[in-house]
């Protein structure tokens, strides 16, 4: 049986953590010692706590060294993640007692990529030592980021989630989407298109469930057409405009600044389908009640310019 928390947090240290980090690139007790600066002796005492604390067997002995198993990999890969945690918590103090700069992780859906973009250079032009992370996912991804602490906010849909009330919200605006295709598309070029038009050719769409995916379901039910048939689902941009590319007979549906700045390099075409459906709104989500980080608030301050007024929590 797995230890209980408040065990794991009275009996491991940070050292054996380095450790674990250590085994997973050297493969080797011997090797792991001299890179955590501990001899042998004191790194198989330390695994052996390790694996006491959890009390679970975390690597299978081996002729060629240790190899972690399914357990193993699991506490490394977390031994990893409080290792980078450390680092930003660092980077982030040494900001606030320089009284600026610091560190700010926040998450964009694909649509509010290019408002995030804008409101960040402006934030870092004020700020050149902020240092900044940014995240692309789906609402539910991002959210689930926001619930573990490791965005600062992001800004996304909370309807994704089963409870809402659970962040707090800048409501932004309303976004417009288009339908978009490879300049060598056959339809391209057409002065107006149906959806019927469209419907026979393979589509590359958003993840079951998600906002713009909701609102492609909709174009085609009010249709009355079949919803096409074994699609290619992503919600990443890049991989959406590397299909494009690459098929020139794939259509997709994309939020307009996306599709526009894609535009501008001639890396995609809008075909001219007027859309029925409206995407739901995207807000600036953090925690309810969460406590804004000094850049955080002037990331929400920027943000807020872009969008309806309203007052930071």
């Not at 074994?230 to 991989?239: D, G, K, M």
Request: aromatic share 4%; proline share 7%.
């Amino acid at each position: 049986m797995i230890a209980s928390l408040p065990a794991l947090v009275s009996r491991l240290r940070l050292k054996q953590l380095r450790l674990l980090i250590a085994l997973d690139e050297q493969g080797s007790l011997h090797k792991a010692a001299e890179q955590v600066a501990i001899t042998q002796p004191g790194a198989t005492k330390a695994l052996n706590e390790i694996e006491a604390a959890f009390g679970a067997r975390l690597f299978e002995r081996t002729s060629q060294g240790l190899a972690p198993n399914d357990l193993g990999r699991c506490a490394i890969r977390y031994a990893r993640l409080i290792h980078t945690d450390l680092a930003h918590l660092r980077e982030e103090m040494i900001g606030i007692l320089q009284g600026q700069g610091g560190r700010l992780s926040v998450g964009a859906v694909m649509g509010a990529v290019p408002l995030l973009v804008r409101s960040l250079e402006r934030l870092r032009e004020a700020q050149p030592e902020l240092s900044v992370e940014v995240v692309e996912d789906t609402s539910a991804r991002l959210l689930g980021l926001i619930d573990q602490g490791r965005l600062d906010l992001a800004v996304c849909r909370t309807s994704v989630s089963q409870r809402p009330d659970a962040y707090d919200c800048l409501e932004l605006y309303q976004e417009q989407l288009r339908v978009v295709a490879n300049p060598a598309h056959p339809l391209a070029g057409a002065p107006r298109l149906e959806l019927e038009q469209l419907a026979a050719f393979p589509w590359v769409v958003y993840p079951a469930n998600m906002p713009m995916r909701l609102v492609l379901e909709r174009e085609f039910s009010q249709a009355g057409l079949e919803f096409p048939r074994y699609p290619v689902e992503t919600a990443s941009t890049l991989t959406t405009l590397i299909l494009l590319r690459q098929n020139p007979r794939l259509v997709a549906l994309m939020p307009v600044e996306v599709a526009e700045a894609a535009l501008k390099l001639d890396t995609l075409t809008t075909l001219p389908l007027s859309l029925h459906s409206r995407s739901e709104p995207y807000s600036v989500v953090i925690r309810h009640g969460a406590q804004l980080s000094a850049p955080a608030r002037l990331l929400w301050k920027e943000l807020q310019d872009e969008g309806a007024p309203t007052s930071a929590p």
